[in-house]
């Protein structure tokens, strides 16, 4: 399930395209649920590249540096220690 957090957004709909017209300082929020497939891959020269995509077909991709993809792996080693999530 993709849930997109669009508050406060203005858009604009001509000849097929969809266009921002609001201020430029508004933030959003995606999130997936029930996540089905992953892939991580090098993407350009100095990024790793998440992909998720749940049953749906709904997918979020995130690029990383090296420096946060490292912060995520110990994070995930961290909670694999310490949570109840992985017994």
Do not use: C, W
């Not at 993709?2 to 929020?29: Q, Y």
């Amino acid at each position: 399930m993709l849930t997109l957090d669009l508050d406060d957004f203005m858009f604009e709909l001509k000849d097929g395209a969809i266009k921002h017209v609001g201020p430029s300082n508004r933030a959003a929020t995606a999130k997936l649920y029930d996540v089905e497939g992953i892939d991580i891959r090098e993407y350009g020269d100095k990024r790793v590249k998440l992909a998720f995509e749940d049953e749906d077909g709904s997918e979020i991709e995130i690029a990383l540096g090296p420096g946060q993809a490292s912060e995520v792996a110990r994070g995930i080693e961290l909670l694999e220690a310490e949570s109840r999530v992985f017994e």
